[in-house]
């Protein structure tokens, strides 16, 4: 092979992985807790909420903070001073606060397990109408 042949392949494996990675994004953003959820989660209030997204952590750490400054009785800001002042990791976080690091796990599964509840009541609702569209049809049919 020469050389522009090489400088081609490259640049196509480049831009492949590039739209690879931009189509994978939505699937990484659908599994983030929104706002609302955190606040409900671990009843925080809406100045917390600010505090959470005026800081330098990504929105799906938003868990993590809601976890341990509840497990900990510290505050929100408590914990973001931790993570991005003081730049300790979050196990580093929770030994310090005297929390078990299998909390920031379970805070992951926790809105796993709500995500999956959600789409369980979703798809038995959408079984119920098309019961109930089934019904209609069949009720239809014997009116002719």
Same mark, same amino acid.
């Given at each position: 092979? %020469? @050389?522009?042949?090489?400088?081609?392949?490259?640049?196509?494996?480049?831009?492949? @992985?590039? &739209?690879?990675?931009?189509?994978?994004?939505?699937?990484?953003?659908?599994?983030?807790?929104?706002?609302?959820? &955190?606040? *409900?989660?671990?009843?925080? *209030?809406?100045? +917390?909420?600010?505090?959470?997204?005026?800081?330098?952590?990504? $929105?799906?750490?938003?868990?993590? &903070?809601?976890?341990?400054?509840?497990?900990?009785?510290?505050?929100?800001?408590? &914990?973001?001073?931790?993570? *991005? !002042?003081?730049?300790? /990791?979050?196990?580093?976080?929770?030994? *310090?606060? /005297?929390?078990?690091?299998?909390?920031?796990?379970?805070?992951?599964? %926790?809105? $796993?397990?709500? %995500?999956?509840? !959600?789409?369980?009541?979703?798809?038995?609702?959408?079984?119920?109408?098309?019961?109930?569209?089934? +019904?209609?049809? !069949?009720?239809?049919?014997?009116?002719?």
């Amino acid at each position: 092979m %020469d @050389f522009k042949k090489i400088k081609n392949v490259l640049s196509l494996s480049v831009v492949l @992985f590039g &739209v690879n990675m931009l189509a994978t994004q939505p699937v990484f953003a659908a599994e983030t807790a929104t706002d609302a959820e &955190v606040q *409900t989660r671990y009843q925080l *209030t809406g100045e +917390e909420i600010k505090m959470l997204q005026a800081s330098s952590i990504s $929105h799906s750490q938003y868990d993590k &903070v809601g976890r341990l400054s509840r497990a900990s009785g510290k505050s929100i800001e408590e &914990v973001l001073k931790m993570r *991005t !002042e003081q730049k300790m /990791g979050w196990g580093k976080i929770a030994k *310090t606060l /005297g929390v078990d690091p299998k909390e920031l796990g379970q805070s992951v599964a %926790d809105s $796993h397990r709500e %995500d999956k509840m !959600e789409k369980r009541a979703e798809k038995a609702e959408r079984k119920e109408r098309q019961k109930e569209m089934k +019904e209609k049809r !069949e009720e239809a049919k014997k009116t002719k």
